[in-house]
């Protein structure tokens, strides 16, 4: 039989690649992670901040990782929600003060996040890092992958199993889904830092006929705009990228006053991308490989943490030679069931501006306000403690 190299190869080491191999390499296993960039992380100087919501489950995990102190100093608690649809009159909000916790969640730059993983990742010996490479080739073993780098001379490297989370334009997708459904939601999402008075602790999510925006602080003085909005609408709030400012401030004239001013970070368009499978043959898709979600509701990073946590459990239980994953693959793909199906809820009826969605979206604020249970559960869901005991999470985790 050839010489294994590593237990895992991880190709792609954006947030969750650099954090899975982080945590499989304190197991003790031996890991190759492969980055088609620099691995080293220059924060901008112009001082932008892109934001990334943390729910209060991504803060456990992320704690009981060690990353959690790191970061904290720069992370942003968030303890109030309001939801406000615009054909509704009435204003949901939600503290989490009502479930006996200090925070629903925490705002962090994404950058920072990622450079203080990869500064852990390489301080961890058992890593192998390549950078500026890719995997050209990865064929399947009776009890390996064999895979070609494209920077190492060629070189075939042998690992036991490997992850895909190079992103959503992998070219590995088919080896693992066969079914991949593309979704263009013909919105642009814009990201926009602004210095103004507001309440501190308090994100804000407006649904109205043109697309979804939030107001999410991230420090005393300055709060991320992150509009979505309808591609037919997006002049009527830029124009070559350029705010405008009157009609964008109009959205918020509630929440926010005294605008110092306002600094466009970046544009994305709400191209998105689902794969049927997680898991086939030695071979996992992870992150924006095995799914990009829409933004609504930040579930995009803290569901491939809760899947990291899976893993990282999974194979610290279960000897690495097992060949059954199913019960892995059964809870992720249960708990990305439930994400999915809030994410399809939030862009189909709440943004929708069909009278069926109109009637519906109404209906469903007002079951909030008037039954605690829902709203408890609602609250769960958005924190990522559903079905989990919050106050005594370690055994789950
Ligand atoms: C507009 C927007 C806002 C979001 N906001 C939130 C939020 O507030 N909260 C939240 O939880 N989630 C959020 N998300 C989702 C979150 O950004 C993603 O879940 C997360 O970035 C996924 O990380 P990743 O490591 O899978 O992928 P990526 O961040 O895409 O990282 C992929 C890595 O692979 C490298 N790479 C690319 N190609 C190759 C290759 N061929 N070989 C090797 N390496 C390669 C890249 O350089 C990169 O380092 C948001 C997403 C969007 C689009």
């Known amino acids: 039989m050839s010489k294994i190299d ?22 003790n296993f031996k890991i190759c992670l492969i980055e088609s960039s620099d691995f080293e992380i ?20 992320l704690e009981k990782y060690n990353i959690w102190s790191q970061i904290s100093q720069y992370a942003h608690p968030i303890n109030k929600l309001s939801i406000k649809h615009i054909n509704n009159i009435n204003v949901v909000s939600f503290g989490a003060e009502e479930i006996n916790l200090d925070a629903m969640g925490y705002v962090v730059d994404r950058y920072r996040l990622l450079k203080i993983i990869r500064e852990s990742v390489k301080l961890h010996g058992r890593i192998s890092i390549l950078e500026n490479s890719k995997i050209n080739n990865i064929e399947r073993k009776n009890d390996h992958v064999c895979v070609q780098v494209d920077s190492d001379d060629g070189n075939r490297l042998l690992a036991k199993k490997i992850f895909i989370s190079e992103g959503a334009s992998s070219k590995f997708k088919q080896l693992v889904s066969e079914k991949s459904e593309n979704i263009d939601y013909a919105q642009k999402s814009y990201f926009i830092n602004c210095d103004c008075d507001f ?13 979804i925006f939030a107001l999410i602080p991230y420090s005393a003085k300055s709060l991320n705009i992150v509009m979505s909005i309808k591609s037919d609408f ?69 569901f491939s943490l809760r899947n990291i946590s899976s893993i990282v459990k999974y194979f610290a239980n279960d000897a690495q030679s097992s060949q ?16 999915i199906t809030t994410v399809d809820f939030a862009t189909k009826i709440f943004s929708s501006d069909k009278l069926f969605s109109k009637t519906l979206s109404k209906l469903f604020v007002k079951s909030l306000k008037m039954s605690s249970k829902l709203r408890n559960s609602f609250i769960e869901k958005l924190l990522g403690i559903y079905e989990y005991p919050y106050l005594d999470t370690d055994e789950k985790l």
Do not use: C, W
């Open 199 to 211: 309440n501190e602790n308090h994100a804000v999510q407006i649904f109205n006929k043109h697309g």
């Open 324 to 339: 059954n994953m199913d019960s892995l693959i059964e809870e992720i793909m249960r708990d990305r069931e439930q994400v």
């Open 234 to 302: 997006s002049n009527l709030y830029f124009e070559n990228n350029k705010p405008k400012t009157d009609n964008i401030l109009d959205i918020f004239n509630q929440y926010v006053t005294n605008v110092k001013s306002l600094r466009f970070v970046n544009m994305h368009n709400l191209n998105t991308s689902r794969n049927d499978e997680f898991y086939k043959d030695k071979i996992f898709l992870l992150g924006n490989t095995f799914q990009v979600l829409h933004p609504v509701g930040a579930q995009g990073y803290n």
């Open 6 to 27: 590593f237990d895992f190869m991880i190709s792609g080491a954006g947030l969750v690649g650099s954090l899975l191999a982080l945590q499989l390499s304190k197991l």
């Open 42 to 61: 220059s924060l901008n100087e112009e001082n932008l901040f892109n934001p990334l919501s943390l729910n209060y489950r991504s803060k456990i995990i």
